[in-house]
């Protein structure tokens, strides 16, 4: 019964990037991971780990929906990078979509703001025609530099997240972006 009722998201995801040639298995529950970017208002439905490429591990977290607000997912990425640590100042940049009338409007372009350190992260990744398309269609996006229990860096999109392989190639590259980005310490 309890298996039945279990929010699958987590399960969906290792399929689509299986299916589109991403080796991904499911981890075990109660991981130091699954307190990266962890709030109250949020619960972690367990990580999915990658063994090869930049990104290494897949947090995914639900908000659980009440009377009158919808359940919300955030895919959390992992990119691990010992050399984070040297950097004195939390680098936290995401995205803002403009549109073309407020509110309802169609996105029309994605920018990147935020405190990039002076790493020149935010304008690198805003003059990339690929990663504002995969902004554009996935959601907003976030990169944080992670110093905690977790040494490197989260990329978190703030919806449920089924990628494409062109998405998957993107996401690849915004993390080349963060790994080759110059350190500022």
Do not use: C
């Amino acid at each position: 019964m309890k298996e039945t009722l279990r929010d699958k998201t987590r399960d969906g995801l290792t399929h689509a990037l299986n299916s589109i040639g991403i080796k991904a298995e499911m981890a075990e529950r109660d991981r130091d991971e699954e307190k990266i970017e962890d709030s109250w208002y949020q619960r972690s439905l367990g990580v999915i780990d990658i063994p090869e490429g930049a990104i290494r591990w897949i947090n995914v977290l639900k908000q659980d929906g009440g009377k009158n607000n919808p359940p919300r997912w955030w895919i959390v990425m992992g990119i691990p990078d010992e050399s984070s640590a040297s950097i004195s100042k939390q680098i936290k940049i995401k995205t803002k979509r403009k549109k073309s009338f407020p509110l309802f409007g169609k996105v029309i372009d994605v920018i990147w703001e935020g405190e990039d350190g002076g790493t020149g992260l935010a304008k690198t990744l805003s003059d990339d025609v690929p990663i504002k398309t995969l902004a554009k269609r996935s959601g907003n996006l976030e990169i944080k530099s992670q110093s905690g229990i977790f040494q490197g860096w989260s990329l978190t999109v703030d919806r449920k997240f089924t990628p494409t392989r062109e998405d998957w190639v993107t996401v690849e590259k915004i993390s080349d972006y963060i790994l080759s980005s110059p350190r500022i310490l």
